[in-house]
């Protein structure tokens, strides 16, 4: 897809949170960066930075230092946010499958809401949404394995259709040869 296909997307996805007016759109595009992501390759970035998700699926797991996948704590895809964090709570981001994201940095995050106030009912939004998904999967651990699954499936549509079931059964904290029966 081109450049001005994922400009369209990302143009999309932040006006359907706020109105973009022409000068913050333009400010916008110069700060973004479109990266492309291999399936398998890590997303780096420094604390507070910005990845929207254009294509594919980003998987977010605890990086406990082994050469084993680690635990499934999310999974980002099209039209979602990544704050980074992981600086601080000992995760990581690979892509699951070919990605594609604007990338945003703190520094320039900083300058689009020095220059543009109403970027802040955008980065608001950002937060809130990261935030709640963090919390669905919490409300997941108390359903029985059963409801979990109907209910990721729901929430989760991309993840459920292209993802292994080895990482939805990490995600939702059942053993993969059990979820494969429910």
Same mark, same amino acid.
């Given at each position: 897809?081109?450049?001005?296909?994922?400009?369209?997307?990302?143009?999309?996805?932040?006006?359907?949170?706020?109105?973009?007016?022409?000068?913050?759109? !333009? /400010?916008?595009?110069? #700060? %973004?960066?479109?990266?492309?992501? $291999?399936?398998?390759?890590? @997303?780096?970035? &420094?604390?507070?930075?910005?990845?929207?998700?254009?294509?594919?699926?980003?998987?977010?797991?605890?990086?406990?230092?082994?050469?084993?996948?680690?635990?499934?704590?999310?999974?980002?895809?099209?039209?979602?946010?990544?704050?980074?964090?992981?600086?601080?709570?000992?995760?990581?981001?690979? !892509? /699951?499958?070919?990605? #594609? %994201?604007?990338?945003?940095?703190? $520094?320039?995050?900083?300058? @689009?809401?020095? &220059?543009?106030?109403?970027?802040?009912?955008?980065?608001?939004?950002?937060?809130?949404?990261?935030?709640?998904?963090?919390?669905?999967?919490?409300?997941?651990?108390?359903?029985?394995?059963?409801?979990?699954?109907?209910?990721?499936?729901?929430?989760?549509?991309?993840?459920?259709?292209?993802?292994?079931?080895?990482?939805?059964?990490?995600?939702?904290?059942?053993?993969?040869?059990?979820?494969?029966?429910?």
């Amino acid at each position: 897809m081109a450049t001005v296909n994922y400009q369209n997307l990302l143009f999309e996805t932040l006006q359907n949170l706020a109105p973009v007016p022409p000068d913050l759109w !333009a /400010d916008i595009l110069k #700060v %973004t960066e479109i990266k492309p992501y $291999k399936k398998g390759r890590h @997303l780096y970035a &420094q604390f507070l930075d910005l990845h929207i998700i254009l294509e594919g699926i980003i998987i977010k797991r605890w990086d406990d230092g082994g050469a084993i996948p680690n635990d499934v704590i999310d999974f980002i895809s099209k039209k979602q946010f990544i704050i980074h964090t992981e600086d601080v709570d000992g995760s990581y981001f690979k !892509a /699951d499958c070919d990605a #594609v %994201t604007a990338f945003i940095s703190r $520094k320039n995050i900083g300058k @689009l809401l020095e &220059q543009h106030p109403i970027f802040a009912n955008h980065f608001n939004y950002l937060i809130a949404a990261v935030l709640n998904r963090r919390s669905f999967r919490g409300k997941l651990l108390n359903m029985p394995a059963k409801e979990r699954k109907v209910a990721f499936a729901k929430e989760y549509p991309e993840a459920n259709f292209h993802c292994s079931i080895s990482d939805k059964s990490s995600f939702l904290g059942i053993n993969p040869s059990y979820y494969s029966t429910l």
